[in-house]
């Protein structure tokens, strides 16, 4: 079963000077094995949005749920709904506290009062999976290693929960293009080999379109886009509404399509653009010839 916003608005501060609602009358629906980016700029409401996934944020109105469980409430039922899906937060290795590496991937599955044997097996598998080598990294300071190393080392954290979803917020926030090229690779890896769910917010609107199965655009904590790339690509007012831009290779496309190329815009990787393009050359000059 999905995970399911109905009709969420969400109020800072209310009843103050400062309340602000960050949501309005938001439904959304993640289903089973899918893998969605959210995307707005800040303020629209996207990381709010994320933070009801799993109860951390409960709605001020309407309801959020997990496999068909609400996430409000302290039942075992509810918490055990909660505890399906993993968060990881932007610059997640803020989060980070523990001596070691392995101290800090241990550190949630030790809160389940799982057996010893059981929490090891969990913590060499979330470190194989992240591509941080066991007996290397086990026994060092999380504080020692690279941005795109600490940021894996949190990810582990959450996967050794093995949650059925896993939310990731700007999970490329601040890493060097090597260390981001390798970590959208795992996230793309997560997704076909564990069949997990995945959402993840972002603002680069490339890796959207590299790695999205579905696409929601923020505006004002209202949702503009819920649509495949295919589609939510080419709302050009409500991503203008949103003030988003669409993926560099759509631009390109779309403008080269103006000028009377006679290509297909939809292409959301450069490989895929320069086939287009390609394409579009050769069935010009068998037109003209």
């Known amino acids: 079963m999905p995970i399911e916003l109905k009709g969420v608005t969400y109020t800072y501060m209310k009843g103050t000077p400062f309340e602000r609602t960050a949501l309005n009358d938001v439904s959304l629906t993640i289903a089973d094995g899918s893998l969605t980016a959210i995307a707005g700029h800040t303020g629209s409401g996207k990381s709010t949005l994320v933070q009801h996934l799993n109860g951390i944020l409960h709605p001020t109105k309407g309801e959020a749920l997990v496999d068909g469980v609400s996430l409000d409430g302290k039942g075992k039922e509810n918490l055990l709904a909660r505890r399906k899906v993993g968060m990881v937060f932007q610059y997640p290795e803020q989060q980070l506290f523990e001596e070691t590496v392995a101290a800090d991937i241990a550190f949630g599955p030790k809160n389940l009062e799982l057996p010893e044997e059981e929490i090891n097996r969990r913590v060499r598998s979330a470190m194989d999976f992240v591509q941080l080598d066991y007996e290397t990294y086990k026994d060092v ?44 690779r795992r996230i793309a890896e997560l997704h076909r080999k564990k069949k997990l769910t995945i959402i993840f917010v972002s603002h680069n609107m490339e890796d959207i379109a590299r790695m ?15 649509a495949p790339p ?35 815009a939809d292409a959301f990787t450069a490989d895929e653009a320069v086939k287009r393009i390609a394409k579009a050359l050769q069935k010009k000059k068998g037109t003209l010839c």
């Open 230 to 264: 295919s589609e939510a690509f080419f709302a050009e007012a409500e991503m203008r509404e949103a003030g988003l831009a669409a993926p560099p290779t759509v631009a390109l496309l779309s403008r080269l399509r103006a000028a009377g190329l006679p290509v297909e």
């Open 212 to 226: 999205a199965e579905r696409v929601v655009f923020m505006h004002d904590g209202r949702i503009l886009v819920d």
């Open 141 to 184: 300071s999380p504080f020692r290693l690279s941005g795109g190393q600490m940021r894996r080392v949190a990810i582990a954290g959450v996967l050794a929960l093995e949650p059925s979803y896993l939310v990731l917020d700007e999970p490329t926030a601040g890493l060097d293009p090597r260390a981001r090229e390798e970590l959208l």
